[in-house]
């Protein structure tokens, strides 16, 4: 039997090793320059002023949310089909996550359902890039800026992805990353927000720090959090940001193989990206569709024997979540996501996999409906 594929791998170097053990030789291992040198590094690599560096994906998204001046009894507008984080750093703020359904083909949400989710208690509008693919910020931003509105884009899957020239983290007001092992870039856990507002920036840093003002220490203008990251893990992220285009240029190729590979198999339909942008291939994901002969489950369970790791993401869609669910959602209501979640599986396509690693994922889907 050979060794399990899993469905991702951190890779961490002796760059990442080095450039952690100084900062620990050092003596400065809370906030500090290296969390200033990443911000810097950070803001270039996606084309914003500024960066704010925090303690996870989910913070960014929250503290993003403040700043946009999203508070109790308000609502956002956001996708059912992502990670719960998007819709809980929401609820974070007292506000109601307002979904609308996605598109079937990119699993993002469907950008010609905003105008009928609209009404005065919405402030915000939350996209995800979901698996790496930027949402249609086109639509996206036409509809927001029509109804004064701020767009937070949650980047934490779609680091270095490009949108008609544009990369993640510069496509809306303001952007969350997430550098949570998992993702394409990672320091184990850290987050990241982007945007060219000054202002985004200082309500962000102070909220970071609870509440702090710029003026003073121990002088607080508003509520805020501990949120900070450390200068440890921020010289990992560096390192990691010096090798983001690397490692999505392998996920792009190691996806170009898997599609070759799959495309022609009955039932099974392969990632679609649109025309005028790009994916990061954060995950690589399939939908085992009504005329497939197995089962999602069976399928699954044909690649564990034969050592394929694969993922749900995500099984559920957030609004059949009962602490969402409780706030006015049932099934039916978001029926593209639901039939998603039922049908996709996510195969491995992290940068550590070898050629022969692709041929035995693509052989083992090909075998599982032959037999
Ligand atoms: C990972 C992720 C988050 C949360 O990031 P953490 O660093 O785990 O808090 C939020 N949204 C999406 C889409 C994610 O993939």
């Not at 085992?288 to 995500?314: C, F």
């Amino acid at each position: 039997m050979s060794e399990l594929i899993s469905v991702s791998s951190p890779i961490i170097g002796e760059a990442e090793k080095q450039a952690v053990m100084e900062v620990l030789d050092s003596g400065i291992v809370a906030q500090g320059p290296k969390v200033a040198e990443l911000e810097e590094k950070f803001a270039d690599y996606c084309g914003t002023k500024y960066a704010v560096a925090v303690s996870s994906g989910t913070a960014a998204l929250h503290t993003a949310l403040q700043a946009a001046g999203v508070g109790p009894g308000d609502s956002v507008i956001t996708t059912p089909f992502t990670f719960i984080a998007t819709s809980n750093s929401i609820m974070m703020q007292g506000a109601k996550p307002k979904f609308v359904d996605i598109e079937p083909d990119s699993f993002n949400l469907d950008a010609s359902k905003l105008e009928d989710a609209y009404d005065q208690s919405v402030k915000a509008v939350l996209p995800v890039d979901l698996y790496g693919q930027p949402a249609d910020y086109d639509e996206i931003n036409y509809f927001a800026a029509d109804h004064g509105l701020t767009v937070v884009e949650d980047a934490c899957q779609s680091v270095g992805a490009v949108y008609l020239g544009w990369r993640a983290g510069s496509l809306g007001h303001l952007a969350c990353f997430s550098l949570y092992a998992t993702k394409n870039i990672m320091s184990a856990e850290g987050g990241i927000i982007t945007t060219d507002s000054e202002e985004f920036v200082k309500s962000a840093k102070s909220f970071r720090q609870h509440g702090m003002d710029m003026n003073g220490q121990y002088e607080y203008s508003q509520m805020g959090y501990n949120y900070r990251t450390s200068d440890v893990l921020a010289a990992m992220a560096i390192t990691q940001l010096s090798r983001a285009d690397n490692f999505n240029r392998a996920r792009i190729y190691n996806a170009q193989q898997l599609t070759a590979g799959l495309e022609d198999v009955e039932g099974l339909i392969t990632p679609v990206i649109k025309p005028d942008r790009n994916s990061v291939f954060h995950q690589y994901t399939l939908r085992v569709s009504e005329d497939y002969p197995l089962s999602r489950q069976e399928l699954i369970g044909h690649l564990k024997e034969k050592g394929v790791g694969t993922g749900i993401y995500y099984p559920r869609p957030l609004h059949l979540y009962p602490h969402i669910a409780s706030l006015g959602y049932q099934e039916g209501d978001f029926p593209v996501a639901e039939q998603a979640a039922k049908e996709v599986v996510s195969l491995p396509v992290h940068p550590s996999l070898s050629n022969l690693d692709l041929e035995r994922i693509i052989e083992s889907i090909r075998g599982a409906s032959n037999v």
